[in-house]
């Protein structure tokens, strides 16, 4: 089976010498058609610096990044506003949801950006809605709803152009444990029922035992990979071997397992 995602060797440095952060500094790995990955690190590991390298919101300064085969930094016009807005679907911590707009609005931006008509639209988000149960909240304001039903509703709007890839940044820390623990139902459900690939970066290792493989940085590399065996390990072991490894984090890379 062909990647769906390839990051190879990528590099992102800010400053200059002496004062120089090198933020992502070689880092390779490849996403499968399906997968439900994981990054984890501490805090200043380069986590969001990679996923922003991959929503094109910063160029790294060296390195690949293909997305199908096609080199993303390659893209321009047309094709990279297809790319953003279709090919990757964007989960943000802090919902990032219009005020001035209802729920249903909020979910709507995508498709009236991509001038998909609602009658086109309409069905996903009905069935998209009912899933993530957040049906009642269509016709409501930001304002007037909880942080979780933000942030399902959120993910609706991610997913509502059935992107490859969902990019979900944190999506869990602004939540309670009720509703992360909910979110992440939702989001494990979709790409176990409908093969959505995810790609989560995450503190939470709660959050983080979702997920069917993960990819702990430190100082801008990949020092440890964790992979569930769906078939013999529960959950919660997962989640333990999850804690393990954090538990070394900020130990430096050298002297972890
Ligand atoms: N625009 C910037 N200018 C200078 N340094 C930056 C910039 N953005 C990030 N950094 C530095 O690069 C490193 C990686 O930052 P990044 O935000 O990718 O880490 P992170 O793992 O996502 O951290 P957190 O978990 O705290 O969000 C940090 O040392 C950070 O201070």
Same mark, same amino acid.
């Given at each position: 089976?062909?990647?769906?995602?390839?990051?190879?060797?990528?590099?992102?440095?800010?400053?200059?010498?002496?004062?120089?952060?090198?933020?992502?500094?070689?880092?390779?790995?490849?996403?499968?058609?399906?997968?439900?990955?994981?990054?984890?690190?501490?805090?200043?590991?380069?986590?969001?610096?990679?996923? !922003?390298?991959?929503?094109?919101?910063?160029?790294?300064?060296?390195?690949?990044? &293909?997305?199908?085969?096609?080199?993303?930094?390659?893209?321009?016009?047309?094709?990279?506003?297809?790319?953003?807005?279709?090919?990757?679907?964007?989960?943000?911590? !802090?919902?990032?949801?219009?005020?001035?707009?209802?729920?249903?609005? !909020?979910?709507?931006?995508?498709?009236?950006?991509?001038?998909?008509?609602?009658?086109?639209?309409?069905? &996903?988000?009905?069935?998209?809605?009912?899933?993530?149960?957040?049906?009642?909240?269509?016709?409501?304001?930001?304002?007037?709803?909880?942080?979780?039903?933000?942030?399902?509703?959120?993910?609706?709007?991610?997913?509502?152009? !059935?992107?490859?890839?969902?990019?979900?940044?944190?999506?869990?820390?602004?939540?309670?444990? &009720?509703?992360?623990?909910?979110?992440?139902?939702?989001?494990?459900?979709?790409?176990?029922?409908?093969?959505?690939?995810?790609?989560?970066?995450?503190?939470?290792?709660?959050?983080?035992?979702?997920?069917?493989?993960?990819?702990?940085?430190?100082?801008?590399?990949?020092?440890?990979?964790?992979? &569930?065996?769906?078939?013999?390990?529960?959950?919660?072991?997962?989640?333990?071997?999850?804690?393990?490894?954090?538990?070394?984090?900020?130990?430096?890379?050298?002297?972890?397992?």
């Amino acid at each position: 089976m062909d990647a769906l995602l390839e990051i190879e060797d990528l590099k992102k440095y800010y400053g200059k010498e002496p004062n120089q952060t090198k933020a992502l500094n070689g880092i390779t790995f490849q996403v499968m058609p399906g997968e439900f990955l994981g990054i984890m690190g501490s805090s200043g590991s380069g986590k969001s610096t990679l996923l !922003n390298c991959i929503a094109t919101v910063i160029q790294p300064d060296s390195g690949k990044i &293909r997305m199908k085969g096609t080199e993303i930094q390659r893209l321009k016009g047309k094709k990279l506003a297809g790319y953003r807005g279709k090919e990757i679907g964007y989960l943000f911590q !802090n919902f990032e949801l219009l005020d001035n707009l209802t729920g249903r609005e !909020n979910i709507m931006v995508p498709l009236s950006i991509h001038n998909i008509s609602e009658a086109e639209g309409g069905k &996903r988000l009905e069935q998209l809605a009912e899933y993530l149960e957040i049906t009642e909240v269509l016709d409501k304001f930001p304002s007037q709803m909880s942080g979780g039903q933000k942030q399902r509703l959120a993910a609706a709007r991610a997913l509502i152009l !059935n992107p490859g890839i969902i990019l979900a940044d944190e999506p869990t820390g602004a939540l309670d444990s &009720r509703n992360a623990k909910a979110l992440m139902e939702k989001l494990a459900g979709l790409n176990r029922d409908d093969k959505t690939t995810v790609l989560m970066v995450t503190h939470d290792s709660n959050a983080a035992s979702y997920c069917k493989r993960i990819l702990f940085i430190q100082d801008g590399v990949i020092f440890h990979e964790l992979r &569930r065996d769906l078939l013999a390990e529960t959950q919660q072991q997962f989640y333990e071997r999850i804690l393990q490894v954090m538990a070394q984090l900020g130990g430096g890379s050298a002297n972890v397992l």
